[in-house]
């Protein structure tokens, strides 16, 4: 059984930490709250993409991607990364924020009744972010530091689907990770997604349109890589609609 999924995310509730520092040396200055500090947008919109084929065990595949910029902007504090002082108190700071996520899965179907199934997960996710930061200097110069982290990791989970009557589901979902590889210098990476909603489903069940709140927060701090290292934090909140499609 083939089952896929388009849909759109809306996310209303972002808060983003970015830290870029030298390694041996100057460590950077921690911006907390980007969406408050650097004017990066606290609202965005994202694609979200997934596929699997199978029946008690599945595998397939999702992939979600939220990318947000901002234009120069007056910062109040002291913008500091990598070693480089983009802007004092009053200067003017570019930002740019991109994460992307794609994972491969393996779900097993542990309970199944006529109204009910409970399924765990486990899989790889490659998780990709991308920071540029550009600040504008007294002489009309721009200095621009930026960093790209690309880290692949296991992740596990579960999921829960309620069928009351054919042409309703309730579902919910959970998926994490939390783990460290000194080997490629990967500090720590934490992330963990929550997925509840509804689904109506049309066809037979052939067709379905979902609505869905999903929380998401996710942690990454690099370590060294050559001379820099990195630390990144996301925390989201944000509602689905997304249309589902299976195929015997």
């Known amino acids: 059984v083939f089952r896929g999924e388009v849909g759109m995310l809306a996310w209303p ?10 390694q041996g040396g100057d460590p950077g200055r921690e911006i907390t709250d980007a969406e408050e500090q650097l004017g990066l947008p606290h609202q965005a919109l994202s694609p979200y993409v997934e596929a699997s084929v199978g029946s008690i065990v599945r595998a397939g595949a999702d ?16 913008v500091n990364a990598k070693g480089v002082l983009l802007a004092n108190p ?16 393996v779900e097993w179907e542990v309970v199944r009744g006529a109204s009910y199934r409970f399924a765990l997960i486990g899989g790889a996710r490659y998780l990709r972010i991308a920071t540029r930061l550009r600040g504008l200097q007294p002489d009309g110069s721009v200095l621009a530091v930026s960093r790209e982290s690309d880290v692949l990791s296991p992740f596990f989970g579960g999921s829960v689907e309620l069928t009351p009557v054919p042409t309703f589901a309730v579902f919910a979902s959970v998926r994490f990770i939390d783990w460290a590889w000194s080997d490629i210098q990967l500090r720590e990476q934490r992330y963990f997604i929550s997925r509840i909603g509804a689904e109506v489903k049309f066809f037979d069940g052939a067709v ?14 690099t370590g060294a890589v050559g001379k820099t290292r990195g630390r990144f934090v996301l925390d989201a909140a944000g509602v689905g609609l997304s249309v589902t499609c299976r195929l015997p």
């Open 13 to 22: 509730v972002l808060r983003t930490s970015i830290k870029i520092g030298r």
């Open 63 to 78: 992939f979600l991607d939220l990318d947000r910029s901002e234009r120069f902007r007056t910062v109040h504090e002291t």
């Open 90 to 105: 009053g200067g003017q700071v570019a930002s740019r924020f991109h994460y992307l996520q794609a994972s491969a899965f």
């Open 208 to 221: 379905g349109v979902a609505l869905d709140f999903r929380f998401l927060s996710s942690s990454l701090d």
